[in-house]
């Protein structure tokens, strides 16, 4: 097996989004947590503040996730492939998330195009905690929109083990 | 309504958000941020297969109830910088869930951009079931709009 600490701070999965930024998802995603701030809403407030419309900030993920499914797929598509990669080389079937910080930087707009890339930041010695025995690893998502620029960078800390005996 | 640094201070309490969540507040979370997992809308897999009490509320879409509480009290020139979640617990149809934040800290950086930091948890009766600790830029006069830095100027 390769030692998957090899891969630490290497690029893996750059993805390109699947379609570019639009604004039905940006609706979709105000009207599902009922938010009426007029940065999303009223194009006049949008030129004002933010030289035209913008998503909201905590939608970066969503432009990352596949479609359920594509022409051509053949299974279905894993965001984070990092963190399955990782349970099945230190053969862990189970894992939580335990913590996610997110950091924004320039503002995602309708027609960005928004490339995902993931790197392995770090990985714990084996460890036990109330779920099982296992490792703790932090995976970074970083995305950039078509002009290069970071829009964003995602950190996740997942924790994969075996399930305790008794 | 743009509330402006000097008007905000170390131990401010945001004004609180309770909402009654539903199998749609749940799925409509679910599909908006592109979660197809089974445990977001299928009530057999997350009883069955998860072994949950329901389907439940996923993390993107928590992190934009978190966003919606925090720019109703900021309003429209309040720029998110950074938020760390941590999940302790679900949320699932039929609960209220509250979310409630206090200020930590309120300061300026070294280019000039005002920043408060918020304590944010979301309880369902009185359980505390995901806090996020976000980092938001706040005008610090009427003419301030945060969006406008760019580059070296934003330090998120």
Redesign the interface.
Same mark, same amino acid.
């Not at chain 2, 909402?19 to 089974?38: E, I, K, M, Q, S």
């Not at chain 2, 000039?112 to 979301?122: K, N, P, Q, R």
């Given at each position: 097996m390769t030692d998957p600490s090899a891969l630490i701070d290497q690029v893996q999965y750059e993805e390109v989004g699947e379609f570019p930024v639009e604004r039905g998802y940006i609706w979709t995603s105000c009207s599902s947590v009922e938010n009426g701030n007029p940065l999303f809403w009223d194009d006049d407030v949008a030129a004002e503040l933010t030289d035209g419309p913008i998503a909201p900030p905590t939608m970066l993920s969503v432009w990352f996730r596949p479609h359920n499914w594509a022409p051509g797929r053949t299974q279905v598509a894993l965001p984070l492939q990092v963190h399955f990669d990782l349970k099945e080389q230190y053969g862990l079937p189970e894992a939580v998330m335990t913590d996610n910080t997110i950091v924004f930087h320039e503002p995602v707009r309708p027609g960005d195009v928004i490339t995902s890339r993931q790197v392995l930041k770090s990985v714990s010695e084996p460890k036990t905690t109330k779920l099982g025995t296992g490792r703790f690893w932090v995976i970074d998502v970083e995305y950039h929109n078509q002009k290069g620029e970071l829009v964003g960078v995602e950190s996740y800390t997942g924790f994969g083990y075996k399930r305790g005996e008794g | 309504m743009t509330l402006v640094l000097k008007e905000i201070n170390e131990g401010d309490r945001l004004p609180p958000l309770s909402?009654d969540v539903t199998a749609t %507040?749940v799925v &409509?979370?679910a &599909? =908006? %941020? !592109?979660? /197809?997992r089974p445990m977001h809308h299928d009530h057999d897999f997350a009883v069955n297969r998860n072994g949950t009490q329901d389907i439940f509320l996923n %993390?993107? #879409?928590q =992190?934009? *109830? +978190?966003? !919606?509480f925090l %720019?109703?009290w900021t309003g @429209?020139?309040g !720029? &998110?910088?950074?938020?760390? +979640? !941590?999940?302790k617990g679900s949320v699932f149809p039929g609960d209220t869930m509250v979310f409630e934040g206090t200020v930590s800290k309120v300061e300026t950086d070294d280019d000039g951009c005002g920043w408060a930091e918020i304590d944010v948890s979301l309880t369902v009766g009185g359980d505390v079931k995901t806090t996020c600790l976000a980092r938001i830029a706040i005008p610090t006069s009427d003419d301030d #709009?945060p *969006?406008s830095r760019?580059a070296e100027r /934003?330090v @998120?």
């Amino acid at each position: 097996m390769t030692d998957p600490s090899a891969l630490i701070d290497q690029v893996q999965y750059e993805e390109v989004g699947e379609f570019p930024v639009e604004r039905g998802y940006i609706w979709t995603s105000c009207s599902s947590v009922e938010n009426g701030n007029p940065l999303f809403w009223d194009d006049d407030v949008a030129a004002e503040l933010t030289d035209g419309p913008i998503a909201p900030p905590t939608m970066l993920s969503v432009w990352f996730r596949p479609h359920n499914w594509a022409p051509g797929r053949t299974q279905v598509a894993l965001p984070l492939q990092v963190h399955f990669d990782l349970k099945e080389q230190y053969g862990l079937p189970e894992a939580v998330m335990t913590d996610n910080t997110i950091v924004f930087h320039e503002p995602v707009r309708p027609g960005d195009v928004i490339t995902s890339r993931q790197v392995l930041k770090s990985v714990s010695e084996p460890k036990t905690t109330k779920l099982g025995t296992g490792r703790f690893w932090v995976i970074d998502v970083e995305y950039h929109n078509q002009k290069g620029e970071l829009v964003g960078v995602e950190s996740y800390t997942g924790f994969g083990y075996k399930r305790g005996e008794g | 309504m743009t509330l402006v640094l000097k008007e905000i201070n170390e131990g401010d309490r945001l004004p609180p958000l309770s909402y009654d969540v539903t199998a749609t %507040t749940v799925v &409509l979370g679910a &599909l =908006a %941020t !592109r979660d /197809w997992r089974p445990m977001h809308h299928d009530h057999d897999f997350a009883v069955n297969r998860n072994g949950t009490q329901d389907i439940f509320l996923n %993390t993107p #879409n928590q =992190a934009a *109830w +978190f966003e !919606r509480f925090l %720019t109703d009290w900021t309003g @429209p020139k309040g !720029r &998110l910088g950074r938020m760390k +979640f !941590r999940m302790k617990g679900s949320v699932f149809p039929g609960d209220t869930m509250v979310f409630e934040g206090t200020v930590s800290k309120v300061e300026t950086d070294d280019d000039g951009c005002g920043w408060a930091e918020i304590d944010v948890s979301l309880t369902v009766g009185g359980d505390v079931k995901t806090t996020c600790l976000a980092r938001i830029a706040i005008p610090t006069s009427d003419d301030d #709009n945060p *969006w406008s830095r760019r580059a070296e100027r /934003w330090v @998120p």
